[in-house]
């Protein structure tokens, strides 16, 4: 599935979450976030994670990453996935791609 990634420079991009089960996907998304991650909902199709021990670990602001979200201090690199409801939970899905074309049109400003 797609993901947005957002650097705390601003860069956003998207990326492969790559794992045919929730483990290896979870798995991938550490790799990205550096970690485990809290979740903020964004939409209710999309969600943004974050790394849950970004302030202990000192990473600095991620500015994009809060503008999206609304969020006054976040840190860390931040992944936008879509999210479909079921009946034991959500399930991520591809970035919803508003998330993507909005990210497309801060790169090329």
């Known amino acids: 599935m797609t993901a947005l990634r957002i650097e705390t420079d601003g860069t956003m991009q ?19 976030i550096g970690g485990h991650y809290d979740i903020i909902q964004l939409a209710p199709d999309a969600v943004m994670l974050v790394d849950g021990d970004g302030h202990i670990k000192g990473l600095p602001l991620n500015p994009a990453a ?20 079921a009946p034991d939970g959500g399930i991520f899905t591809d970035c919803p ?8 049109r801060i790169q090329r400003a």
Do not use: W
């Open 14 to 32: 998207p990326v492969e979450v790559i794992g045919r089960t929730v483990e290896k996907q979870n798995g991938c998304i550490y790799g990205y």
């Open 97 to 104: 791609e508003r998330f993507v074309r909005f990210a497309d």
């Open 66 to 85: 809060m503008m999206i979200s609304g969020y006054s201090v976040l840190v860390g690199t931040a992944l936008i996935l879509g999210l479909k409801n």
